[in-house]
Each structure stands twice: as C-alpha cells, then as structure tokens.
C-alpha cells in the first residue's frame, strides 16, 4: 500500500539556520502531495502542496519540490525562525479512499 | 467564518466510561473525516462520513468505537468503555467535495483514559 516515510526527528536548529526535513514515498502513480504543519496544541494546517512530478510547492518561506525520480518531496527553509517550531508531516492522498496517508511527522525546535 | 469546530478540546474520562467527541464542519461542507493521532505518531483515517451516510469505516477498530453525521447537528465519535489505549488525539476534518484535497482540520479532542 502506499506510505510515507519521514525522517526522525527532533530536529534541533538555531535562528536562520537550513531546514531540510526529508520525506520519500510509496505510491502507485503520481498523486498529489502535501505538506501540514502542527503548532503545539493546534490542529494540522496545509503549508504547501505540488500535484504533480516536478512541481514546486511554496509557502512562508518554505519550499518542497515534487521529484518522482527519487519519489521524494524533501521540505526545505533558507532561513528558520522561533515560530516555525512545530511538528510537520508529509502526506499523499490514499489511493481508494477519500483520506491522507501521513508520515510519522518531524518536531523542529528553533532556539534563538 | 468558523472553522471546523472540534469539542471538548480536552476530555478526561476513566476506563469503562463513554467517550463523546464533537465535530461542526466548515459551513457549506458536507464531507466529515475523523483521525486519530496516538503519541509520537502521525495521523490514521478512521471513518469518513457525508450527511446520514457513513462512506467508509475501514480505520475505525471493530469494536468500541461509532460515528454517525445526522441531518441536523455535529458530527459525533462515539468510544464505548474507554481504555487506556484510546488516549489520543482526535482530530476531524471537513472538505466541500470529496477529499482528501481541500481538507480543513479542527484543532482537535486530547482524550485521555486514567
């Protein structure tokens, strides 16, 4: 079946540093795929997307591009803040049902 | 505008107890989804429901657990005779079609069984 696999986290960062979170997928075909962020205490919030091969998804400063070659959409920020601290989550849409298949999630801690 | 409305944000029930978790969708959206988010993981499908109509139950474990979308009123997942187990985060999304694209989650219910 399809999956989603994420690196593990937590991922510990100071301000204005890198961020990549990798994620990599299992699918049959090309569906579209996700990014959401989840803010302590908050429900998920869809931060970007691409719906097809080669897309950019872009939001906030966050970029993820759709690569079907690696089957991969690794989320990546040239310049993190504090308030991006969160746990996010990779997703695709489950073939045969109206649902998300999600990765495990990656916390990222940001300290001033 | 409301979002989707998710109540009670937190609940605290014993082991044995019925568990009533309450969702309102977006207005304008039909299409109510519920996931369950256990510690340290990511989000599993329950149930997906439109009006009157369960679509499709294949995540909701066998025994215990019932959702049901009325007419009128929130969606509502029922957990029967909680145990520790079920302490989680529950979280319902709403969409105008059919999802999963077009998703809005609710700020979902942390149950936890003592």
């Known amino acids: 079946g399809d999956s989603v696999t994420q690196m593990e986290g937590p991922v510990t960062l100071s301000e204005e540093a890198f961020l990549t979170i990798n994620c990599t997928y299992t699918a049959t075909g090309y569906p579209s795929l996700f990014w959401y962020v989840q803010y302590p205490g908050e429900g998920l919030q869809l931060l970007l997307k691409a719906t097809k091969a080669d897309d950019k998804g872009s939001n906030k400063g966050f970029e993820a591009t759709y690569r079907k070659e690696t089957t991969s959409f690794h989320l990546e920020k040239g310049s993190v803040q504090v308030s991006d601290s969160a746990v996010y989550f990779c997703?695709?849409?489950?073939?045969?049902?109206?649902?998300?298949?999600f990765g495990s999630g990656t916390r990222l801690q940001v300290q001033p | 505008n409301a979002g989707v409305m998710q109540n009670p944000r937190h609940l605290v029930r014993r082991r044995g107890q019925e568990a009533r978790l309450r969702c309102s969708p977006m207005k304008g959206h039909s299409h109510v989804y519920w996931y369950r988010q256990l510690p340290e993981e990511g989000l599993k499908f329950m149930v997906y429901l439109q009006k009157e109509n369960i679509i499709d139950e294949s995540g909701m474990p066998k025994e215990r657990f019932s959702a049901e979308f009325p007419k009128e009123g929130p969606s509502i997942l029922r957990i029967q005779q909680v145990v520790r187990g079920d302490s989680a985060a529950y979280f319902c999304?709403?969409?105008?079609?059919?999802?999963?694209?077009?998703?809005?989650f609710g700020s979902g219910t942390r149950l936890t069984v003592v």
């Open positions: 997703a695709l849409p489950d073939t045969g049902r109206r649902a998300l298949t």
């Open positions: 999304a709403s969409s105008h079609d059919r999802g999963p694209i077009g998703y809005t």
